[in-house]
């Protein structure tokens, strides 16, 4: 791991029901090209499986495969640490919990899944890949929380994240141990009795066009209770899948 990576969100994986529809509706809305590699011992299940790679010119920032049993449908966001089995030892003091113990990802690296104290799904993971942090395909994550305060205190000792001190009166922005943008608290939640979730935000040349490509192609607006005007900048939708993800352009404001 470069110190550069180190609390930065660094891998998107897409769990999906039926991938080839999944990856015509990302390649319609985001442009996205695609590779597919053979995994011979795939993280998932094990066993010989494909795996593959979605690309925004020659930077690859997710995967996509198949939804694994145990797993539901969905985007998972995983934030780069030194020491993974260190950063899952602290999980349950910080009020989160342990979804999958460390495990290691073949020529990828070592992640492992836990849950926020407000139930948001999150990796963490220890690269030992080339792939830069994906800034060309993803802005900063936004996290939709379900009505309570967000859990600073877990992502700041698990990650070394703080608050901006220029604060929005709409949105909470998150910074890296460097100080740069890494995330933003939505200013929406989903309806009482949901967990939080953390949310891609896919980057666009236009959000409205996509908005539309996306409409076309089955999405639909996700399911959440929308405060002020934010949902017309960072708008969330559901994929045909069900999977949420906001849209955003390179310089988004508030």
């Known amino acids: 791991m470069t110190q550069s990576k180190a609390g930065q969100i660094v891998w998107h994986d897409?769990?999906?029901?039926?991938?080839?529809?999944?990856?015509?509706?990302?390649?319609h809305v985001a442009n996205w090209t695609y590779e597919v590699e053979r995994a011979t011992d795939f993280a998932w299940g094990g066993g010989e499986k494909d795996f593959v790679l979605a690309l925004s010119g020659d930077e690859a920032g997710a995967g996509l495969a198949e939804t694994p049993a145990e797993q539901e449908n969905g985007w998972?966001?995983?934030?780069?640490?030194?020491?993974?089995?260190?950063?899952?030892?602290?999980?349950?003091?910080?009020g989160g919990k342990i979804v999958r113990e460390p495990f290691e990802v073949p020529?990828?690296?070592r992640n492992a899944l836990v849950r926020d104290p407000l139930g948001a799904l999150v990796g963490?993971?220890?690269?030992?890949?080339?792939?830069?942090?994906?800034?060309?395909?993803?802005?900063?994550?936004v996290y939709v929380d379900n009505g309570t305060d967000f859990p600073l205190a877990f992502y700041a000792e698990l990650f070394g994240?703080?608050?901006?001190?220029?604060?929005?009166?709409?949105?909470?922005?998150?910074?890296?141990?460097?100080?740069?943008?890494?995330?933003?608290?939505?200013?929406?939640?989903?309806?009482t009795g949901s967990n939080a979730a953390w949310v891609p935000c896919i980057k666009v040349a236009s959000v409205s066009d996509a908005c539309r490509a996306a409409e076309a192609k089955g999405a639909r607006?996700?399911?959440?209770?929308?405060?002020g005007t934010v949902q017309a900048h960072n708008p969330i939708l559901?994929?045909?899948?069900?999977?949420?993800?906001?849209?955003?352009i390179e310089q988004t404001t508030f």
Do not use: N
């Not at 559901?238 to 955003?248: M, V």
């Open 14 to 27: 897409l769990f999906t029901s039926d991938r080839a529809c999944s990856m015509a509706f990302y390649q």
């Open 76 to 94: 998972i966001a995983y934030i780069e640490v030194p020491d993974v089995e260190a950063a899952v030892k602290r999980v349950a003091t910080l």
């Open 107 to 109: 020529g990828v690296g």
């Open 124 to 141: 963490i993971s220890l690269c030992r890949h080339s792939f830069p942090v994906p800034r060309r395909q993803f802005g900063p994550d």
């Open 161 to 191: 994240w703080q608050v901006s001190s220029e604060q929005d009166t709409v949105c909470l922005a998150l910074l890296g141990p460097g100080g740069d943008l890494v995330a933003r608290q939505h200013a929406a939640t989903w309806p």
């Open 221 to 227: 607006p996700a399911p959440v209770d929308v405060k």
């Open 238 to 248: 559901c994929d045909p899948d069900g999977a949420p993800f906001a849209l955003g």
